[in-house]
């Protein structure tokens, strides 16, 4: 799918999902082409299966009339008649030779299809959940802003095991289904084609009344997988947010949100529950209907030696034997017919939804003729660079930034002016919209990305370590680093002697999200992840917050070793931690207000200077424009720094 360069791409996954018109089909020509042959050997025994199954009861109608009752001569399709004995005894024994290996084949068949349906299944479910977590991956930061992780774990890993479910079982399932109307329909026929009619009526019928429930019940199947994302958020925002719940009290509250989406999930379920409980009821009148018309009428033939009505010729009673015992084999399958359809619209929806993540398109990829940034000296420039989010609202008006080679800049100003926007511009998290910004001169959306971000180091304020150990989280990024170079990484980031103090030292577990490490901890560990990636370019957003003052000194003091000569990039609150910066740049809504030194910046007596009067708590000097000023932006607030 492509978005023309001047659209703004609609990130609306319903809206995808709307476009696909056959979505099993096509997620089967996009994932199951590889493994294709366990599906052929699957739909072949499924088949062969379905075909043996009717043998045993053909076999038992012929050997009453040919061998019980001699009303017929014993002769059956594709049996060459040469095969078949003179005698009773004989034709006795090839019955049931025939009817014992028929069932023997079909066990040996039914092994066989479910062994291959389910290899091809579990395939392409991990095909699947692979190429659509590859999928996510590269997908743009403003999808992530407007997603929540429960929907999209949902997709993951709820809609590839529904999938999953419909070709293990449903898929087989509707093969035998389709061999068996068609091998019974077809040997009724060659049977006695007349009462086969009277037999068979009700399939049409039956396929009405089903393409009435597919209908009727896929909107609804995509309703409920939209509540179970909806369920999945609730629950996992409630666990990522435990601590707040219990400090807060509010259990009951959050006992009431949690019943309300599962009941709601229950309430979508229970109205698809509702159809089948008409449908499968249905499906069972019309084969009962089916097996009484046959039993009464081909009865009334038999007893009476006359075909009843318009109908003519005679009936045997092996015949009508035969047709009483295939139309008891229809009656299961055709029920059944609803929880194939159900596990078909299931899927389906949850089709709809992998591949409507699918069609999501990336707009920060590389250019066609994108080249690596091999060597860095590191001057970056900002060239009227302006941006706005999905929302179409600019949040960066015009910002020119130029930093040489070991520079340190530092971004300052109120909370939500734009100045992590700025950062993460230059790291391709998004791309501007118009202006550039330069590394030595090279334009970053004209070089590679993996190169771009290998010679960009970033330190965020919202530090996040994998589930693992100390080791393994220092080294993410740098797999190959030995134990020596890890251990000197965390000596330069102070964090050599809290690891070392640690139960299992770097071989520590860290925890989900490294819940058993401090806040400064977790920051030390992730700035000796940045040390050991040595870059060449270095961005700090924030990454003294939410510490103490003596951890604060220790991370300065990591992140002062980090900054020698390298272009370093710094946004900071606390402005005394920027206050020997060689450029300080003052952004307030978006747009530089102000630049210089320190120094220079207080004389001019203006943003940055009453910025500094706050955090030095002189705020009676503060003019009364500033304060007007702080109450609106905090009003305004944008959700991004």
């Known amino acids: 799918m492509s978005v023309a360069d001047d659209e703004e791409p609609d990130l609306d996954l319903a809206s995808f999902r709307e476009e696909l018109d056959y979505p099993l089909l096509t997620l089967f020509e996009e994932y199951g082409d590889g493994h294709l042959r366990w599906f052929v050997v699957g739909v072949v025994t499924s088949t062969l299966a379905r075909f043996l199954a009717i043998v045993p009861p053909v076999i038992l109608g012929l050997a009453i009339d040919a061998v019980f009752n001699n009303s017929k001569p014993y002769a059956l399709p594709l049996l060459p008649q040469s095969w078949v004995p003179v005698t009773d005894d004989g034709q006795f024994l090839l019955s049931v030779g025939i ?9 040996v068949c039914n092994f066989a299809r479910q062994s291959s349906l389910n290899l091809f299944s579990h395939r392409v479910k991990h095909e699947v959940r692979t190429a659509t977590y590859q999928r996510m991956q590269r997908l743009d930061m403003s999808f992530f802003d407007d997603r929540q992780t429960g929907e999209l774990m949902s997709i993951l890993n709820n809609d590839t095991n529904r999938l999953e479910l419909f070709l293990d079982n449903m898929m087989s399932s509707a093969i035998q289904l389709v061999v068996l109307v068609l091998g019974i329909g077809g040997f009724l026929f060659w049977l006695n084609a007349q009462l086969a009619v009277v037999t068979l009526f009700i399939i049409p019928i039956a396929a009405v009344f089903t393409r009435w429930f597919m209908r009727t019940v896929e909107s609804q199947y995509s309703r409920i997988r939209a509540t179970v994302g909806d369920l999945n958020t609730r629950l996992e925002n409630n666990l990522a947010g435990i601590e707040v719940i219990k400090t807060a009290g509010t259990e009951e509250y959050e006992d009431e949100r949690v019943r309300a989406a599962s009941y709601e999930y229950f309430r979508q379920d229970w109205r698809a529950l509702r159809l089948n409980f008409i449908y499968r009821p249905g499906m069972q009148l019309l084969t009962s209907v089916s097996f009484v018309a046959t039993f009464v009428i081909g009865g009334i033939w038999v007893t009476t030696g006359t075909a009843p009505g318009p109908l003519t010729g005679t009936l045997q009673v092996g015949e009508l034997v035969t047709f009483l015992l295939l139309t008891q084999r229809l009656v299961d399958p055709l029920t059944q017919m609803s929880q194939i359809v159900d596990r078909y619209e299931d899927a389906k929806a949850s089709t709809r939804r992998i591949l409507g993540l699918m069609e999501v398109p990336v707009t920060v990829t590389d250019a066609p003729d994108a080249v690596p940034l091999d060597s860095v000296d590191g001057r970056v420039e900002y060239d009227d660079v302006h941006f706005a989010y999905d929302d179409g609202e600019e949040v960066l008006h015009g910002i020119d930034i130029a930093a040489d080679p070991g520079d340190t800049v530092g971004l300052v100003g109120p909370t939500g002016a734009g100045k992590s926007t700025v950062l993460k511009l230059l790291i391709r998290l998004y791309d501007v919209d118009t202006g550039a910004i330069r590394i030595d001169g090279h334009d970053i959306r004209e070089l590679t990305l993996d190169s771009l971000r290998a010679h960009v180091g970033y330190v965020s304020q919202d530090t996040f370590l994998f589930d693992g150990t100390v080791r393994e989280n220092i080294a993410y990024g740098t797999f190959d680093a030995t134990d020596e170079e890890v251990e000197a990484a965390a000596r330069k980031a102070e964090a050599h002697e809290f690891i070392s103090a640690l139960p299992a030292g770097y071989d520590t577990q860290v925890g989900e999200r490294g819940v058993k490490l401090s806040g400064g901890q977790r920051q030390r560990v992730s700035i000796a992840r940045t040390v050991l990636k040595d870059p060449e370019i270095l961005v700090l957003d924030e990454a003294t917050s939410d510490v103490d003052t003596e951890t604060e000194m220790l991370i300065q003091r990591s992140l002062d070793r980090l900054a020698a000569d390298r272009t370093t990039f710094i946004i900071a609150h606390r402005l005394s931690t920027v206050r020997n910066a060689d450029q300080l ?25 009453n910025l500094w009067r706050v955090q030095a708590g002189e705020l009676e000097e503060l003019p009364r424009e500033f304060v007007e000023d702080a109450q609106r932006r905090a009003a305004e607030r944008p959700g991004d720094d």
């Open 99 to 107: 009817m014992a290996g028929a069932l023997v084949l079909s066990a």
């Open 585 to 609: 740049v003052v952004v307030e809504d978006g747009e530089i207000v102000e630049r210089g030194t320190h120094e220079a910046l207080l004389d001019n007596d203006g943003l940055y200077a």
